[in-house]
C-alpha cells in the first residue's frame, strides 16, 4: 500500500522531533510488531472463515488512513530542563553529564550555527539586578531610575527571555558542557549582551527547540517516566497500535487476494509486487522533498505535508481496491487443524527460523538506519538542509535501484534457484550489507549499498509470500500468509528493534551492524550446511522436489496447469528462460579492468582487459543470438551489467569493494588451467592442446608480473598475476612433455 510511503520512514523521528527520547521511540517500535503478529494470523482467520477478504481489505485501509493522518495534530512534550547559568565576562549554560560526550555529538554540538532557547531563570540574589542595568543594559531593571524597590534577596523573580547559543563555541571540561550564551532577547524585543562584572549563577528552565542534538544532550540524565507518563506518549503509540494493526491486515490479505486473482501464474507475483517499489520510491522521495521544503527558513522540520500526502494516496488506493473483481470459492473445514498440520512439517520450521533472523535484520534497518541515525551519527551536519533528502533518496534508492528490478525477476529467480537457495542468498546478502554499513564514513555513500535491497527484501519477500501461497492447505491462504507475515514481522522485527537499540546504546551503530555482519555470514554457513544434509536424507528429498527447490539444471517436463506433484513452477506457463548470463572469465576482466582504472595505473599496463572484453562481448551476442535466447531478460542482465560496471568506473561505488573483488578474481582465472592441467596429467595425452597458446599465456603473465611491478608494485595484482604464470607454465611444460602419447 503505497499510501503508507510518506509516513512509516519519517514517523521515528517525527517522534523525536516531539519530545521523544530514543529509548522511548525504541520502546513503541518493540511492541509494535507484536500487535502485527497477533493480528494478521487473526484477522487473516477470520477472512478466510467468514469470506470476508475483500470486505476487511477495504476497511482496514479507511482505519490506515483515518490513524495516521491525526498523529499530525499530537503536541509536542515539555522540552525544558534545568540548567545552571554561569553570567561572567563570559556567560554558560552548564550541563553536567554522566561520562563524556563522544566526539561525533559534540562534532554536532560544536556545529556553526546559533540555536535560540526559551529561558526563565530564577533570581534571588538581588545585586543582580543591578548587573542586569548596567552591564546587560536592560532598563527594565534599573529600579533606582524608575523609582522603583528592588525585589529583596528572600523573594524569587522569574526573569524570561530568548538566549541565542553560539554552538561553535561549546566547550567540554570532563563530564559537563559550557554552552556560550551570545546574546538575549527578552519580551520586549530587546537584546542585549550577557556580561557581568562579578560571577552571578541561578538556575534556568531552558528549552532548546530548534536541535535535536542539543535536546538529547541536556535531557540526558532526565529519567524517561516523564515521556512515558505524559498523554502524548500514550495517544501516538494507541494510533501506532491502530496503523500497525490495520496496515499488516492488509497487506497480508492483500497478498493472498493477489496470488488468488494470478491463478496458474504465480510467478508474476513479483511483477504486481514491483508498482509498489515504485510507488513506493517515487512517494517517499516526493516525501523528503516536501519536507525539506516546508521547512525552508524555519529551526524545526515541518512534517504536515507527508501526512496529507499519505491520505490522498490511501483514499485512491481504496478507489482502485474497490473495483477488483475478485470472490473466494474454498472454505477450509478446520483452519487450525490444517494449519497445525502445515507447521509440524520440518521444512516449514527451518523456513520460518530464516524468517524470524531476516525480520532481525530488516529490523534493524528500518529503525536504526533512520532513527537510531547512524546516517545522522556518522555525519557531523546532522542539521543541514539536505538530510531529510538523502533520507528520502535512499528509500528510492531502494526502491528502483533495489527492489524494482529484482521483483520483476523474481519469478525467474525462484524458478532457476529455489526457495531454499534464495534464503542463503538473502543471508549472504544481508552479510555483505551490513559489512559495508559497518565500514559507511559518509552518509552518502548509503545509496550505492541500499541496491542490496533488491536481495534482502525484492527476493526474500517474494519467496517469501509464494511459499505461503503454495504451503497452506486450500481455504487457509489469508490465515498462512499472515501466520508467515507475523512471523517475520511480529518476531523477527519486534526483537530486532529492542536487539538493535540494545547494541546501539552499549556499542554504537558501527559495532552494532559488524556484529549483524557476522551473524548473517555464520547463519548463512549453517542454512548451507544444513539444507544440504537435509537434502541427502531420504524423507526429504521429496520435499526438495515437490517445492522447486533443486538447481535449474535439474529440469522437470511442465506439467500443464495442474499442480500434480506439488511443485509450485510447474504450474507455470510454457515459456522459455531468456537467461543470459556472462562467462565468469568476462567478469574478471570486467573487475580487473575497473580497479586498474579507479586506481590510475598506466593505461597501456591493462590494455588487454578492455580488448578482451569487446571481443567477449560480441561472441557472447553472437551466441544468444543464434540460440535463440535474446529477449527482455536477457536485456535486463545487460542492462545491469553495464550499470554496475558504470558504477565502479565512476566511483559511484566504493575502491574498497573492488579491493575486496580482485582476490576473488585469482580462483577464477586459475579454475581453467587447473582443470586443463588435470586432464593433461590423467590422460597423459596433449595432442589436442596447442603449445603456442599456453606459451603466450605463461609469457603474457610474465610480463604482466614485470609490468605491474615497475607501475604500481599492487601486491594483489603480482599475486594473480605470479599463480597465473605458475599454473600456465605448468600446463606448457605438461603439454610439451605428453605431446606425443606415451604408449604403455
Not at 142 to 151: E, G, T, V
Not at 389 to 402: A, Y
Not at 659 to 667: E, G, I, N, Q
Not at 704 to 722: E, I, K
Request: hydrophobic share 45%; glycine share 6%.
Amino acid at each position: 500500500m503505497i499510501g503508507l510511503a510518506p509516513v512509516i520512514p519519517f514517523i521515528p523521528i517525527y517522534a523525536r522531533q516531539l519530545g521523544f527520547s530514543s529509548l522511548a521511540v525504541g520502546t513503541i517500535y518493540t511492541f509494535l510488531p507484536i500487535f502485527s503478529l497477533v493480528s494478521k494470523p487473526f484477522f487473516g482467520a477470520v477472512a478466510d472463515h467468514f469470506q470476508l477478504q475483500k470486505i476487511l481489505f477495504l476497511t482496514f485501509q479507511i482505519i490506515t488512513a483515518l490513524v495516521f493522518f491525526n498523529i499530525q495534530f499530537i503536541p509536542e512534550l515539555d522540552k525544558s530542563t534545568d540548567l545552571m547559568m554561569d553570567c561572567d565576562s563570559l556567560t554558560y549554560f552548564k550541563k553536567c553529564v554522566i561520562g563524556p560526550v563522544d566526539h561525533v555529538t559534540l562534532a554536532k554540538l560544536q556545529a556553526e550555527e546559533t540555536i535560540s532557547c526559551k529561558v526563565m531563570c530564577d533570581v534571588t540574589n538581588s545585586s543582580f539586578y543591578e548587573e542586569l542595568c548596567a552591564q546587560w543594559r536592560a532598563p527594565q531593571f534599573c529600579f533606582s531610575a524608575l523609582h522603583q524597590k528592588p525585589p529583596s534577596n528572600n523573594s524569587t523573580q522569574i526573569i524570561p527571555f530568548q538566549a541565542q547559543l553560539a554552538m561553535a563555541h561549546t566547550i567540554q571540561d570532563e563530564s559537563c558542557l559550557f554552552f556560550r550564551v551570545h546574546d538575549v532577547v527578552f519580551p520586549d524585543s530587546s537584546s542585549h549582551v550577557p556580561y557581568c562584572n562579578n560571577l552571578s549563577s541561578f538556575l534556568c528552565s531552558v528549552d532548546c527547540h530548534g536541535s535535536a542534538v542539543l535536546t538529547e544532550v541536556i535531557t540526558q540524565n532526565s529519567p524517561d517516566e516523564s515521556a512515558t507518563s505524559s498523554y502524548q506518549f500514550w495517544i501516538i503509540f494507541v494510533l501506532l497500535i491502530f496503523s500497525t494493526t490495520a496496515s499488516a491486515s492488509v497487506i497480508s490479505v492483500g497478498d493472498t487476494i493477489c496470488f488468488k486473482m494470478l491463478g496458474d501464474k504465480p510467478q508474476r507475483f513479483g511483477h504486481q509486487r514491483l508498482w509498489g517499489a515504485i510507488g513506493w520510491g517515487m512517494l517517499s522521495i516526493l516525501a523528503g522533498y516536501l519536507i525539506d521544503k516546508f521547512s525552508s527558513g524555519h529551526v524545526t522540520k515541518n512534517y504536515m505535508p507527508i501526512f496529507y500526502l499519505s491520505t490522498i494516496m490511501i483514499i485512491l488506493d481504496m478507489v482502485a481496491s474497490s473495483r477488483l473483481k475478485y470472490s473466494q470459492a474454498i472454505l477450509s473445514a478446520s483452519i487450525v487443524r490444517d494449519v497445525g498440520r502445515l507447521l509440524s512439517e520440518l521444512r516449514v520450521v527451518i523456513f520460518l527460523l530464516c524468517c524470524i533472523f531476516i525480520g532481525l535484520s530488516t529490523g534493524l534497518l528500518w529503525q536504526f538506519l533512520f532513527c537510531t541515525v547512524h546516517l545522522e551519527d556518522i555525519s557531523a551536519d546532522v542539521d543541514q538542509p539536505w538530510m531529510k533528502t538523502l533520507e528520502g533518496l535512499v528509500m528510492g534508492i531502494r526502491c528502483f535501484g533495489g527492489e524494482l528490478p529484482f521483483f520483476f525477476l523474481s519469478g525467474r529467480i525462484l524458478k532457476m534457484i529455489g526457495h531454499i537457495h534464495a534464503m542463503s542468498l538473502v543471508l549472504a546478502a544481508f552479510s555483505i550489507r551490513f559489512f559495508l554499513y559497518a565500514a559507511l564514513t559518509n552518509p552518502w555513500w548509503c545509496l550505492p549499498i541500499e541496491l542490496l535491497q533488491g536481495i534482502t527484501y525484492g527476493i526474500f519477500y517474494t519467496a517469501m509470500a509464494s511459499y505461503a501461497n503454495i504451503a497452506a492447505p486450500p481455504g487457509t491462504e489469508a490465515t498462512v500468509q499472515g501466520l508467515v507475515g507475523a512471523v517475520f514481522e511480529g518476531v523477527g522485527m519486534s526483537l530486532g528493534s529492542l536487539l538493535g537499540g540494545v547494541l546501539y546504546n552499549l556499542y554504537g551503530g558501527g559495532k552494532a551492524f559488524l556484529i549483524y555482519a557476522i551473524t548473517s555470514l555464520i547463519l548463512f554457513l549453517a542454512h548451507v550446511l544444513v539444507q544440504y544434509f537435509l537434502s541427502k536424507s531420504p524423507q526429504h528429498k521429496i520435499v526438495f522436489n515437490v517445492l522447486g527447490l533443486q538447481s535449474a539444471a535439474r529440469r522437470r517436463p511442465r506439467l500443464g496447469s495442474e499442480n500434480v506433484d506439488g511443485n509450485l513452477f510447474d504450474a507455470i506457463e510454457d515459456e522459455d528462460m531468456e537467461l543470459l548470463q556472462f562467462d565468469s572469465h568476462d567478469q574478471v576482466y570486467t573487475i580487473m579492468t575497473c580497479y586498474n582504472y579507479t586506481n590510475n595505473y598506466s593505461l597501456l599496463s591493462y590494455l588487454e582487459y578492455p580488448i578482451i572484453l569487446i571481443q567477449e562481448i560480441i561472441l557472447i551476442y553472437l551466441a544468444v543470438k543464434y540460440l535463440d535466447l535474446l529477449g527482455q531478460f536477457s536485456f535486463v542482465c545487460c542492462g545491469l551489467y553495464f550499470g554496475i560496471t558504470v558504477a565502479f568506473l565512476t566511483g559511484l561505488f566504493p575502491r574498497r569493494m573492488l579491493a575486496f573483488l580482485v582476490p576473488l578474481c585469482t580462483p577464477v582465472s586459475a579454475s581453467s588451467k587447473v582443470v586443463q592441467l588435470t586432464e593433461i596429467l590423467k590422460t597423459k595425452n596433449a595432442e589436442s592442446v596447442s603449445l603456442l597458446t599456453w606459451f603466450l599465456s605463461a609469457f603474457t603473465n610474465l610480463t604482466r608480473v614485470y609490468t605491474v611491478y615497475m607501475d604500481s608494485a599492487d601486491y594483489t595484482l603480482l599475486v594473480n598475476f605470479t599463480i597465473s604464470v605458475v599454473l600456465s607454465s605448468s600446463v606448457l611444460a605438461a603439454a610439451a612433455f605428453y605431446r606425443h602419447p606415451k604408449q604403455d
